[in-house]
């Protein structure tokens, strides 16, 4: 924050263009040295009336629409989704923070998701920032699903007014959206499938608010409204609000509703679980005391017992399985007691690793092989450094792909010492595997059109598949 936040002379505050409030401090207009490039670029911050440095607040991202600039959501009365959203900060004493992101024609393009990662760490790093949230209108509402999609670590709920959530159905503001991405949709096809958030809905750990118009015309609502729908399919928080009878603006109430689910539904932020993948049946599992929801079973009845000892609460998953911990904010290490669930098999050898989710080769742990019936054995990682951690059970031998390993007591320590049980994390537990729709043994793309990404970054095989048959 060093870069910006204290060189007096690029700060500059602009009372004329930003009424002063009882519930809001006025807009600071800031310019920064963007990291990407070295160019200079600028946001809106308002922080509280009565600001304490001392006390920790939420952060609110607001993302303007196209062709507007960080002032929309900052200090515009003429959209009424703007007024809400400043009085919905100001009522929970958040911090507003309205960047260009490359300004008129962003549409999340990498110029502005690099910005837009710069400015959240650099207020997690000059803030007692409690969690990061994220708005926007139009091409903002488009634009917050993508950041989120792309960053799921870093959010930590989402409201999307009027978006679009597939950019290669999308006709409208193409020369714009082609300047921002560095090619049209047919050069680059990979990059606007990346950057659309409908493709990649298991990235959603969140809470998503999303609303459309049905007479919309500028972003029309098919994409968004499937996008919902299979949210709330796979367990997804989302709360979708549909006004067939409006166009391409959204009421000061349903935007207020949507806040308010957003930042009410927010549960453990800090760790965040997603299912890689699993055979068939075999999902990932966590026990009690963890929240109702997936991947939690939220059934205080069920224990593990490893060897002789009893254990009310872990996460368990079969082998040939693999699950990610993303981590919402900077962590030292990861504890578990790791064994296999007496009785589940009768020929129990795995092997685990533990590797860095951006760089499968960099091993963090490895484990021996392990057999049903011996204690669990007390692991500790060291996580100093790294955002996301790929926890991957592969079978021994000969063995099938019934062997379910407990991590007993899986937690994360964080940096401020705050511990997060993995059974208390966001996540999912979708079954990727099952996916195998044709039934040829084989992952292809006609199975994996929106899950293959994880897969080939991870470079996992899926040959022992076929080993049973």
Not at 91 to 115: F, H, Q
Not at 133 to 153: D, K, W, Y
Not at 358 to 366: A, H
Request: aromatic share 8%.
């Amino acid at each position: 924050m060093q870069r910006f936040l204290t060189v007096g002379l690029l700060i500059f505050t602009f009372v004329s263009a930003c009424a002063l409030s009882a519930e809001l401090g006025p807009c600071v207009d800031v310019a920064f040295i963007a990291d990407a490039d070295g160019s200079s670029q600028r946001y809106v911050l308002r922080l509280p009336a009565d600001f304490d440095a001392a006390k920790p607040h939420d952060l609110l991202i607001a993302l303007h629409g196209h062709g507007s600039d960080r002032w929309q959501f900052a200090s515009s009365t003429q959209w009424t989704e703007c007024v809400a959203v400043r009085d919905f900060v100001a009522g929970r004493n958040m911090i507003l923070v309205c960047p260009d992101y490359r300004a008129t024609t962003s549409w999340m393009g990498p110029l502005a998701e690099k910005d837009v990662v710069q400015i959240i760490e650099d207020f997690k790093a000059n803030y007692l920032i409690s969690r990061v949230l994220i708005c926007g209108g139009s091409m903002g509402g488009t634009s917050s699903l993508t950041f989120t999609a792309l960053h799921p670590q870093m959010i930590d709920g989402v409201v999307a007014l009027n978006p679009l959530a597939n950019h290669l159905e999308y006709e409208n503001f193409q020369d714009a959206i082609s300047a921002s991405y560095g090619g049209s949709k047919q050069q680059i096809p990979a990059e606007y499938k990346k950057r659309s958030a409908e493709y990649w809905p298991e990235r959603f750990h969140v809470p998503v608010g999303i609303s459309t118009g049905g007479q919309d015309t500028i972003v029309p609502p098919a994409s968004a409204m499937r996008l919902a729908n299979v949210l709330s399919k796979i367990g997804k928080k989302v709360k979708f609000i549909h006004r067939e009878s409006t166009g391409h603006s959204t009421s000061y109430a349903d935007t207020t509703e949507l806040l308010t689910f957003m930042a009410d539904s927010i549960v453990h932020t800090n760790v965040a679980v997603s299912q890689l993948y699993a055979p068939p049946g075999a999902g990932l599992v966590c026990k009690y005391p963890g929240i109702p929801s997936p991947p939690s079973s939220g059934s205080p009845d069920l224990q593990y017992t490893i060897g002789s000892t009893l254990y009310d609460r872990g996460v368990s998953i079969a082998a040939n399985g693999a699950f990610r911990i993303m981590l919402g904010e900077p962590a030292a290490a990861f504890r578990a007691d790791i064994g296999l669930y007496s009785g589940v098999c009768n020929n129990g050898d795995v092997t685990i690793k533990l590797c860095s989710s951006d760089n499968p080769q960099n091993v963090l742990w490895q484990s021996a092989v392990m057999l049903t019936g011996q204690q669990a054995v007390p692991v500790t990682v060291s996580l100093s450094g790294v955002e996301a951690v790929d926890i991957i059970i592969d079978k021994y031998d000969a063995d099938n792909f019934c062997d379910c390993v407990i991590f007993a007591n899986a937690r994360i320590v964080l940096q401020n010492g705050t511990t997060v049980y993995l059974d208390e994390a966001q996540g999912d537990a979708t079954c990727f595997l099952e996916t195998d729709l044709d039934g040829n043994c084989q992952i292809d793309l006609n199975d994996l059109f929106r899950m293959a990404q994880d897969w080939l970054v991870c470079g996992y095989e899926f040959s022992s598949l076929c080993e049973a048959q």
